[in-house]
């Protein structure tokens, strides 16, 4: 298995400008997260989908920013318009959620690292 | 708040030392999990322990759980150069909240010099 999949893995753009992060989550896997790292506030967890559906987007910033997955095999995060301090490295994990389990591993892909000038 | 804060924030060991990491938390959880995060990539999950385990071994690793503290440790006997690393803990919402969700802490970067 390839793992999660993260593209692109670097992003560089300036203010304001549209920016699409995409993320393959582990084929079989029926949940996808989206998080953020920074040195300041650490890992954050933006939203988080079980079997397509968004379950809790709490943890987004803003209206700017939205996250669709259309199907299993796919997600979007996008940032309209974008923000120096949107600047972060963004992690998408997948994870196998199985009814009645208590084990809920999460693999993380590589990251996408953004920076807006 | 956040629901993990790793302790402490930065650990320099010699290679071969052991090298403990601790993790607080807040509220009951269904378990608790430690994930490795080398730089520049993403988090690799190394063990999970559940809330009614107290303590569990995989390789090098020996993790502790006390509820009752609401409190965690990771061990790493025999530290290699390959072990420098940050060290995240994660724990979910616990019973009446299911596991899906998890809240990591701020992590320990942990250096082995050689």
């Known amino acids: 298995d390839a793992g999660v999949i993260q593209s692109p893995r670097h992003e560089v753009t300036e203010m304001g400008q549209e920016v699409t992060l995409r993320c393959k989550p582990i084929s079989g896997h029926n949940s996808l997260f989206w998080y953020r790292q920074t040195m300041m506030r650490g890992l954050e967890l933006l939203i988080y989908?079980?079997?397509?559906?968004?379950?809790?987007d709490s943890g987004m910033p803003e209206d700017r920013f939205s996250a669709k997955m259309p199907n299993a095999s796919f997600s979007t995060l996008k940032i309209q318009p974008s923000e120096p301090r949107d600047s972060a490295v963004y992690f998408c994990?997948?994870?196998?959620?199985?009814?009645?389990?208590?084990?809920?591993?999460?693999?993380f892909g590589p990251g996408t690292r953004l920076t807006v000038l | 708040s956040q629901q993990g804060e790793e302790d402490p924030q930065a650990l320099s060991i010699q290679e071969g030392e052991n090298a403990t990491m601790n993790c607080s938390y807040k509220?009951?959880?269904?378990?608790l999990q430690w994930y490795r995060q080398n730089s520049g990539r993403g988090l690799v999950h190394l063990i999970l322990i559940r809330s009614n385990e107290r303590e569990k071994h995989s390789g090098r690793l020996r993790v502790t759980l006390d509820t009752s503290k609401k409190s965690s440790s990771l061990l790493i006997t025999a530290s290699r150069a390959a072990d420098t690393a940050s060290y995240f803990c994660a724990t979910d919402e616990g019973p009446n909240f299911g596991n899906e969700k998890l809240t990591f802490g701020t992590g320990t970067r942990l250096t082995i010099i050689p």
């Open positions: 509220t009951s959880i269904n378990n």
């Open positions: 994990a997948s994870s196998l959620q199985a009814s009645g389990s208590s084990y809920n591993e999460q693999f």
């Open positions: 989908f079980n079997n397509n559906v968004p379950i809790d």
